[in-house]
């Protein structure tokens, strides 16, 4: 049996290659993705809509895992996440925090300084 712990895992590691639909079959229907900073994405589609935005400006994210831990239905990790772009890599400390329902992510929460994103994205740019 495939706990929590591993799903979150393993769809971390989704990221490197961009692929949406294998991200998004991760989601329950009514799921609720919420990078703190910004407004959250609420349902199957208006994730894979916000998925689909990113994965046609980013040639893939990294996600180091330095540490994960659950109990339950939620898993916590602290992650650096770094995304390549323009033949750049941008990272970006994140705290996310999951809860699965069944196998599937119903919410998941990223916290993270936009501030360090904008400017690392507009370094990348240059």
């Not at 898993?75 to 390549?84: H, I, L």
């Not at 400390?93 to 400017?119: A, C, H, N, Q, S």
Request: with cysteine.
């Amino acid at each position: 049996m495939t706990t929590n712990d591993e799903i979150v895992r393993e769809f971390c590691g989704l990221w490197a290659s961009m692929d949406v639909e294998q991200m998004i079959a991760f989601f329950t229907d009514d799921a609720v993705y919420h990078n703190i900073p910004m407004e959250p994405a609420v349902g199957r589609e208006a994730i894979a809509t916000l998925l689909n935005g990113w994965a046609a400006v980013l040639d893939g994210i990294d996600f180091q895992i330095h540490q994960q831990v659950s109990a339950g239905k939620v898993v916590m990790n602290e992650r650096t996440d770094t995304m390549r772009v323009n033949g750049a890599s941008v990272p970006l400390p994140v705290m996310g925090i999951f809860e699965l329902v069944d196998g599937k992510i119903r919410v998941w929460r990223d916290y993270f300084d936009m501030g360090e994103m904008t400017k690392a994205f507009q370094a990348a740019s240059a």
